[in-house]
């Protein structure tokens, strides 16, 4: 039986994840544009800072962002001398971050494999870059913005170290489902830590075999 309290947790983390997904996709689809089509010398150090959060242990990053967020931290006496530490908002800063390369690299590989012959046509037929972007590069990129949003939504869901340095486990502000599984397995509940974690299972599962749909559709695009 789901308490409410777990649905608290859940209702929660799916409201974590969906910002987290919305901020990635408006604020990576830019970055994965650029990385995909420019010819600048730091290219790769852009793309390298990108994917730094895939083997950087999330601790770390989780340590850096909570002195960042804190009362006291340059960045926050610039931003009005609020700190994002322990809070649903830092909670996002966090995972946008930390979900980024998820993101920003299924879009730029979907770019990159548009090639330029698609938007040379566009531009011969006098579109401007704008449209040949969002009426070209988009439509035959949308394999990689769905590939992008499933992983970063799924990545926001399951992340722990980040989420438990910046946010702790305050109920109702912080407390998601990697924090309550953690939570019930130190105070014994197995029951419940049971529960939540067959929900993961499942919710992994259905990631995976998603995933493999999106690119075995993505495959046949290219092939054609």
Same mark, same amino acid.
């Given at each position: 039986m789901?308490?409410?309290?777990?649905?608290?947790?859940?209702?929660?983390?799916?409201? !974590?994840?969906? &910002?987290? =997904?919305?901020?990635?996709?408006?604020?990576?689809?830019?970055?994965?544009?650029?990385?995909?089509? =420019?010819?600048?010398w730091y290219k790769e150090i852009v793309g390298a800072l990108v994917?730094?959060?895939?083997?950087?242990?999330? =601790?770390v990053l989780g340590f850096y962002l909570l002195v960042a967020m804190s009362p006291t931290s340059p960045l926050t006496q610039i931003l009005g001398g609020r700190g994002l530490a322990f809070s649903f908002e830092g909670l996002v800063v966090g995972s946008v971050i930390y /979900? !980024?390369? &998820?993101?920003?690299n299924p879009i730029r590989n979907a770019f990159e494999a548009i090639g330029t012959r698609p938007l040379e046509v566009a531009a011969t037929l006098r579109a401007s870059p704008l449209d040949t972007f969002f009426t070209v590069a988009v439509p035959l990129a949308s394999p990689g913005f769905l590939t992008g949003a499933v992983l970063g939504f799924a990545h926001t869901i399951g992340e722990f170290g980040v989420v438990l340095m910046?946010?702790? /486990?305050?109920?109702?502000? =912080?407390?998601?489902?990697?924090?309550?599984? &953690?939570?019930?397995v130190e105070t014994l509940q197995w029951d419940k830590a049971h529960l939540l974690s067959a929900g993961m299972l499942v919710f992994s599962f259905l990631v995976i075999f998603l995933m493999m749909l999106i690119e075995k559709r993505l495959g046949g695009r290219l092939a054609r």
């Open positions: 789901v308490e409410p309290a777990m649905w608290e947790i859940i209702g929660l983390t799916v409201r !974590l994840a969906a &910002f987290t =997904t919305v901020a990635l996709l408006v604020l990576g689809t830019p970055l994965a544009w650029w990385l995909a089509r =420019t010819n600048a994917a730094l959060p895939i083997v950087l242990p999330p =601790t /979900s !980024l390369p &998820f993101v920003v910046i946010g702790g /486990s305050i109920p109702g502000e =912080t407390k998601v489902l990697s924090i309550a599984i &953690f939570d019930y």
